[in-house]
Protein backbone atom coordinates (compact mmCIF):
# COMPACT_ATOMS: atom_id res chain seq x y z
CA UNK A 1 0.00 0.00 0.00
CA UNK A 2 2.00 3.60 -1.31
CA UNK A 3 2.12 5.41 1.88
CA UNK A 4 1.23 8.73 0.11
CA UNK A 5 -1.99 9.71 -2.31
CA UNK A 6 -2.27 11.99 -4.13
CA UNK A 7 -6.26 14.14 -3.81
CA UNK A 8 -7.76 16.84 -5.32
CA UNK A 9 -8.58 19.52 -3.04
CA UNK A 10 -11.95 19.68 -1.16
CA UNK A 11 -13.86 20.72 1.99
CA UNK A 12 -16.01 18.51 3.67
CA UNK A 13 -18.43 19.93 5.83
CA UNK A 14 -19.83 17.93 9.72
CA UNK A 15 -22.74 16.21 9.79
CA UNK A 16 -24.57 15.24 12.99
CA UNK A 17 -23.32 11.64 14.64
CA UNK A 18 -26.31 8.88 14.32
CA UNK A 19 -26.53 5.60 14.49
CA UNK A 20 -28.14 5.43 11.30
CA UNK A 21 -25.71 7.78 9.21
CA UNK A 22 -22.53 6.38 10.79
CA UNK A 23 -24.10 2.23 9.91
CA UNK A 24 -22.01 1.80 6.85
CA UNK A 25 -18.79 2.60 8.86
CA UNK A 26 -19.55 0.75 12.26
CA UNK A 27 -21.53 1.75 14.68
CA UNK A 28 -22.60 4.51 17.63
CA UNK A 29 -22.99 3.09 21.31
CA UNK A 30 -25.48 5.81 22.98
CA UNK A 31 -28.67 5.52 25.42
CA UNK A 32 -31.47 4.87 22.99
CA UNK A 33 -33.67 7.24 24.85
CA UNK A 34 -31.95 10.07 23.59
CA UNK A 35 -31.83 9.17 20.14
CA UNK A 36 -35.57 7.75 19.51
CA UNK A 37 -37.22 8.15 16.10
CA UNK A 38 -39.68 10.37 16.28
CA UNK A 39 -42.44 8.05 16.80
CA UNK A 40 -40.75 7.06 19.82
CA UNK A 41 -39.71 3.42 18.89
CA UNK A 42 -36.79 1.60 17.45
CA UNK A 43 -38.27 -1.69 16.13
CA UNK A 44 -36.20 -4.43 14.92
CA UNK A 45 -32.65 -3.78 16.59
CA UNK A 46 -30.31 -4.28 19.23
CA UNK A 47 -32.25 -1.14 21.32
CA UNK A 48 -35.48 -2.65 20.89
CA UNK A 49 -34.69 -5.09 23.08
CA UNK A 50 -34.00 -3.67 26.04
CA UNK A 51 -34.34 -5.98 29.43
CA UNK A 52 -34.37 -5.31 33.09
CA UNK A 53 -31.59 -5.56 34.92
CA UNK A 54 -29.96 -4.94 38.07
CA UNK A 55 -32.82 -5.57 40.20
CA UNK A 56 -34.97 -3.11 38.02
CA UNK A 57 -32.80 -0.21 38.02
CA UNK A 58 -31.05 -0.77 34.70
CA UNK A 59 -32.29 -1.64 31.68
CA UNK A 60 -29.21 -3.49 29.65
CA UNK A 61 -28.91 -3.48 25.79
CA UNK A 62 -26.93 -6.95 24.15
CA UNK A 63 -25.40 -6.84 20.55
CA UNK A 64 -24.74 -3.18 20.08
CA UNK A 65 -21.76 -2.72 18.90
CA UNK A 66 -19.65 -6.37 18.11
CA UNK A 67 -16.11 -6.61 18.92
CA UNK A 68 -14.76 -8.63 15.68
CA UNK A 69 -11.45 -10.57 15.47
CA UNK A 70 -9.95 -10.87 11.67
CA UNK A 71 -6.91 -11.61 12.61
CA UNK A 72 -6.88 -15.28 10.78
CA UNK A 73 -6.88 -14.04 7.52
CA UNK A 74 -4.07 -11.91 8.19
CA UNK A 75 -1.02 -12.76 6.22
CA UNK A 76 1.24 -13.38 9.77
CA UNK A 77 -1.49 -15.76 11.39
CA UNK A 78 -0.24 -14.21 14.38
CA UNK A 79 -2.62 -14.59 17.06
CA UNK A 80 -3.91 -11.49 18.55
CA UNK A 81 -5.87 -10.17 21.94
CA UNK A 82 -8.00 -7.83 23.23
CA UNK A 83 -6.41 -4.81 24.26
CA UNK A 84 -7.79 -1.60 26.29
CA UNK A 85 -6.22 1.62 26.10
CA UNK A 86 -6.08 5.09 26.97
CA UNK A 87 -5.79 7.96 24.68
CA UNK A 88 -5.84 11.33 26.20
CA UNK A 89 -6.79 13.61 23.32
CA UNK A 90 -6.12 17.26 23.00
CA UNK A 91 -7.92 20.15 20.91
CA UNK A 92 -6.44 20.06 17.16
CA UNK A 93 -4.59 23.55 15.84
CA UNK A 94 -7.30 25.32 13.18
CA UNK A 95 -6.79 27.43 10.02
CA UNK A 96 -8.27 30.53 10.11
CA UNK A 97 -12.08 29.73 8.21
CA UNK A 98 -11.58 32.57 5.03
CA UNK A 99 -14.03 31.52 2.82
CA UNK A 100 -15.97 29.47 4.50
CA UNK A 101 -19.26 30.51 6.08
CA UNK A 102 -20.03 32.00 9.05
CA UNK A 103 -20.61 29.57 11.60
CA UNK A 104 -16.93 27.85 10.98
CA UNK A 105 -14.93 28.06 13.45
CA UNK A 106 -11.93 26.89 11.29
CA UNK A 107 -10.42 24.51 9.11
CA UNK A 108 -8.85 21.18 9.72
CA UNK A 109 -6.08 20.01 7.51
CA UNK A 110 -6.70 16.09 7.15
CA UNK A 111 -3.40 14.80 6.09
CA UNK A 112 -3.20 11.36 6.84
CA UNK A 113 -5.98 8.09 7.31
CA UNK A 114 -5.80 4.70 9.09
CA UNK A 115 -7.48 1.48 9.07
CA UNK A 116 -7.29 -1.52 11.27
CA UNK A 117 -7.71 -4.25 8.70
CA UNK A 118 -8.59 -7.35 11.04
CA UNK A 119 -10.11 -5.82 13.97
CA UNK A 120 -13.12 -2.92 15.14
CA UNK A 121 -11.85 -0.15 17.44
CA UNK A 122 -14.12 1.51 19.92
CA UNK A 123 -13.60 4.85 21.57
CA UNK A 124 -15.66 5.94 24.58
CA UNK A 125 -15.32 9.57 25.93
CA UNK A 126 -14.69 9.71 29.66
CA UNK A 127 -15.75 12.87 31.30
CA UNK A 128 -16.99 14.61 28.68
CA UNK A 129 -20.88 16.15 29.59
CA UNK A 130 -23.39 15.64 26.78
CA UNK A 131 -24.52 18.84 27.08
CA UNK A 132 -21.19 20.40 26.90
CA UNK A 133 -21.42 22.71 24.39
CA UNK A 134 -17.70 23.60 24.00
CA UNK A 135 -16.08 21.05 23.04
CA UNK A 136 -16.49 18.11 21.08
CA UNK A 137 -15.28 15.08 18.81
CA UNK A 138 -14.91 14.75 14.80
CA UNK A 139 -15.61 11.20 13.28
CA UNK A 140 -13.61 11.25 9.89
CA UNK A 141 -14.28 8.32 7.73
CA UNK A 142 -14.26 7.24 4.22
CA UNK A 143 -15.15 3.62 2.39
CA UNK A 144 -12.46 1.66 0.38
CA UNK A 145 -11.87 2.22 -3.15
CA UNK A 146 -13.63 -0.62 -4.84
CA UNK A 147 -11.69 -3.68 -6.61
CA UNK A 148 -12.93 -2.18 -9.62
CA UNK A 149 -10.69 0.97 -9.91
CA UNK A 150 -7.24 2.00 -9.26
CA UNK A 151 -5.57 2.37 -6.07
CA UNK A 152 -7.66 -0.99 -4.82
CA UNK A 153 -7.37 -0.81 -0.82
CA UNK A 154 -7.22 3.04 -0.60
CA UNK A 155 -9.58 5.37 1.19
CA UNK A 156 -11.80 6.70 -1.26
CA UNK A 157 -11.49 10.30 -0.66
CA UNK A 158 -13.82 11.80 -3.01
CA UNK A 159 -16.50 9.96 -0.21
CA UNK A 160 -15.38 11.45 3.07
CA UNK A 161 -17.50 11.97 5.63
CA UNK A 162 -17.22 13.97 9.07
CA UNK A 163 -19.20 13.86 12.10
CA UNK A 164 -19.87 15.30 15.46
CA UNK A 165 -19.54 13.12 18.08
CA UNK A 166 -20.47 14.22 21.88
CA UNK A 167 -19.84 13.03 25.37
CA UNK A 168 -23.27 10.41 25.21
CA UNK A 169 -21.79 8.43 22.58
CA UNK A 170 -18.59 5.75 21.77
CA UNK A 171 -18.15 5.07 18.38
CA UNK A 172 -16.50 1.43 16.97
CA UNK A 173 -14.82 1.67 13.16
CA UNK A 174 -15.91 -1.68 11.48
CA UNK A 175 -12.72 -3.98 11.00
CA UNK A 176 -10.69 -2.24 7.82
CA UNK A 177 -12.45 1.20 7.64
CA UNK A 178 -10.65 4.14 7.00
CA UNK A 179 -10.31 6.80 9.36
CA UNK A 180 -8.73 10.05 10.75
CA UNK A 181 -6.69 10.23 13.68
CA UNK A 182 -9.03 11.54 16.84
CA UNK A 183 -9.94 15.16 16.51
CA UNK A 184 -10.82 17.33 20.08
CA UNK A 185 -12.15 20.43 18.47
CA UNK A 186 -13.09 22.90 21.51
CA UNK A 187 -11.47 24.25 24.80
CA UNK A 188 -10.28 20.79 26.23
CA UNK A 189 -8.68 17.50 26.03
CA UNK A 190 -10.92 14.46 26.25
CA UNK A 191 -10.05 10.95 27.31
CA UNK A 192 -10.62 7.93 25.29
CA UNK A 193 -10.88 4.40 26.26
CA UNK A 194 -10.28 2.47 23.13
CA UNK A 195 -10.93 -1.40 22.90
CA UNK A 196 -9.39 -3.36 19.63
CA UNK A 197 -8.12 -6.90 18.84
CA UNK A 198 -4.05 -6.57 18.10
CA UNK A 199 -1.14 -8.79 17.55
CA UNK A 200 1.77 -6.88 17.94
CA UNK A 201 2.59 -6.82 13.80
CA UNK A 202 2.54 -3.69 12.35
CA UNK A 203 1.26 -3.61 9.43
CA UNK A 204 -1.60 -5.98 10.95
CA UNK A 205 -2.46 -4.05 13.55
CA UNK A 206 -2.59 -0.47 11.77
CA UNK A 207 -2.32 0.39 8.05
CA UNK A 208 -1.61 4.51 7.51
CA UNK A 209 -2.21 6.65 3.88
CA UNK A 210 -0.90 10.29 3.67
CA UNK A 211 -2.54 12.72 1.60
CA UNK A 212 -0.33 14.90 -1.10
CA UNK A 213 -2.58 17.69 -2.94
CA UNK A 214 0.70 18.90 -5.01
CA UNK A 215 0.91 21.78 -3.36
CA UNK A 216 -2.29 22.68 -2.93
CA UNK A 217 -4.54 23.48 0.00
CA UNK A 218 -5.82 19.37 0.66
CA UNK A 219 -8.87 18.07 2.09
CA UNK A 220 -10.08 20.33 4.79
CA UNK A 221 -12.83 19.86 7.54
CA UNK A 222 -15.32 22.87 7.84
CA UNK A 223 -15.13 22.62 11.74
CA UNK A 224 -17.98 24.61 13.07
CA UNK A 225 -18.90 26.51 16.17
CA UNK A 226 -19.91 23.72 18.42
CA UNK A 227 -22.84 25.54 19.99
CA UNK A 228 -24.38 26.80 16.45
CA UNK A 229 -23.62 23.55 14.91
CA UNK A 230 -26.11 21.54 18.08
CA UNK A 231 -28.76 24.22 17.89
CA UNK A 232 -29.15 24.05 14.08
CA UNK A 233 -29.12 19.98 14.42
CA UNK A 234 -31.80 20.06 16.96
CA UNK A 235 -33.96 22.47 14.69
CA UNK A 236 -33.77 19.83 11.89
CA UNK A 237 -35.37 16.88 14.79
Known amino acids: MPGKKG ?32 SGHAHNTPWSTGVSANQGTARKYSGISPMINLYKASSSHQEAKAVTTLFVCSPRQLRPPAGQPEQARGLFELTIMERHPYTTQTFTPMGLDPDDIT ?3 LVVVAPTVPSSK ?9 NI ?12 YGAGTWHAPMIVIGKRDISFVVTQYMNGVADDDCQEIGFDAGGQSSLSIAVPEIRDFLREAKSKL
Open 7 to 38: VKAAHIDVEPLTRSSFSVFGSVIENPVLSLPK
Open 135 to 137: TAY
Open 150 to 158: SEVGTPDTA
Open 161 to 172: RAFLGRGFQAIT
